[in-house]
């Protein structure tokens, strides 16, 4: 039998190193379960980074998806097709984005990014703000935007005109837009920046401020949206609406899919035939399986659900827990003195994972269908994999 370390060992020599050695090499996944290849079951509390939004093998996406390859599974945008369409309006709808919004589907999250950018490009400025500990991709444009100097300090020099402003400071934001500025690109929550939210009001005053200026707004909902949060979109407390929306990671339950969401006709008027595209974007598989996560949650109540299960988390009082941060289920627990690391592995050893999203925090973003039974089974067992991760000696960072 083929074990785990036999697959790493071919891993190591068939695969450039960029995500570094795997954790594990997982064979299955069912409900909020996947297994190894050596046979050990995993509760997932990360669920692909918040893209497995059903869970692993949810019928209701399955039988979508394979209904879909049975009739077409590509047909290029020369064509369109139903799927297609039915999943833009179904994402107008749910964004309550006005009459002559419209979307464009691309492939990935960074795929979106670099749709929005060439959309700002539009307005005949180039100048792009956004925040210190910002994501928003690897490809060359989504980088100019990332902050994390590791990232994109290897590939410069990249698009010239990016400014990074801290997070939630009124007056830096209002200080850097001016009439030179494209468009402001904002996470509602920084996910890779270890889960830190920006305030309903922060959001609100960059919406007055770019508004004002004739710049765009663009939210990254790559991976607050889709229920994530317990809203459609973590922004939709906050009362406003951008320009412009970017989806990708939880949209298709796992098929890659990403998509630009432009707010109102002049905005979507921007980008006119001829000056963009992609060759897979927008094709019938991937667009059936969002509608089958989109089809779910409306039906399940989930977004209700996620509120519901994701409470459990508000405030975790643990020894080695200096506090939660989040919402619904995006959340960090940021840890006291135990470095995510040995946490990670502890949990991984217990039979959970998470992600070690900053040396001093773990990422949980489970599937939106985990049950209140299966978050309560890593919560008991938090306290002991705290006591493991602290017992293993590696030094707190
Ligand atoms: C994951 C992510 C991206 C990039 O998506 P990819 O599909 O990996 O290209 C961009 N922005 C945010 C906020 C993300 O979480």
Redesign the pocket.
């Given at each position: 039998m083929t074990t785990g370390s036999d697959l790493l060992g071919r891993y190591a020599g068939a695969m450039v190193q960029v995500f570094g050695a795997p954790q594990l090499v997982l064979a299955e996944g069912h409900g909020c379960w996947v297994t190894d290849v050596d046979g050990k079951r995993y509760l997932d509390l990360l669920s692909g980074?918040a893209v497995n939004a059903l869970g692993h093998g949810h019928p209701a996406l399955v039988q979508a998806v394979a209904k879909q390859a049975e009739s077409a599974i590509h047909i290029s945008n020369f064509f369109t097709s139903e799927p297609a369409i039915a999943l833009a309006e179904r994402i107008l709808s749910v964004s309550g984005a006005p009459t002559g919004s419209g979307v464009f589907f691309a492939n990935?999250?960074?795929e979106a990014?670099e749709a929005a950018i060439k959309l700002s490009r539009r307005t005949g400025r180039s100048r792009i703000v956004a925040l210190e500990g910002s994501?928003?991709?690897?490809s060359t444009g989504a980088l100019a935007l990332t902050h994390k100097a590791a990232y994109r300090e290897p590939f410069e020099p990249l698009i010239p005109g990016v400014v990074f402003v801290p997070p939630n400071d009124v007056e830096a934001l209002t200080a850097a837009v001016d009439e030179s500025t494209a468009a402001v690109f904002l996470?509602p929550i920084q996910?890779?920046a270890g889960v830190r939210e920006l305030a309903a009001d922060y959001l609100r005053a960059a919406r007055e401020a770019t508004s004002r200026h004739g710049a765009l707004l663009v939210l990254?909902e790559?991976?607050t949206g889709i229920g994530r949060t317990g809203d459609w979109f973590a922004h939709q407390p906050s009362g406003i609406l951008p320009d412009a929306m970017t989806l990708?990671?939880g949209l298709g339950g796992g098929i890659p899919i990403?998509a630009l969401v432009t707010f109102g006709p002049q905005v979507t008027g921007m980008l006119a035939a001829g000056q963009h595209g992609t060759t897979f974007g927008g094709n019938p598989l991937a667009c059936a399986a969002g509608l089958a996560v989109l089809d779910t949650i409306e039906r399940d109540g989930l977004l209700e659900h996620v509120r519901d299960v994701g409470a459990l988390l508000d405030d975790v009082r643990l020894e080695g827990v200096a506090g939660t941060r989040g919402r619904g289920l995006l959340r960090a627990v940021e840890l006291d003195g135990i470095p995510s690391s040995a946490v990670m592995a502890a949990a991984r050893e217990a039979g959970f994972i998470v992600n070690a999203v900053t040396p001093t925090a773990i990422r949980l973003a489970p599937p939106l269908v985990i049950s209140e039974s299966e978050l309560r089974c890593f919560l008991d067992a938090l306290p002991a994999i705290l006591a493991a991760a602290r017992a293993s000696g590696e030094a707190a960072p």
């Open positions: 980074i990935s999250g960074t990014t994501f928003h991709g690897r996470e996910g890779e990254d790559i991976q990708a990671k990403g």
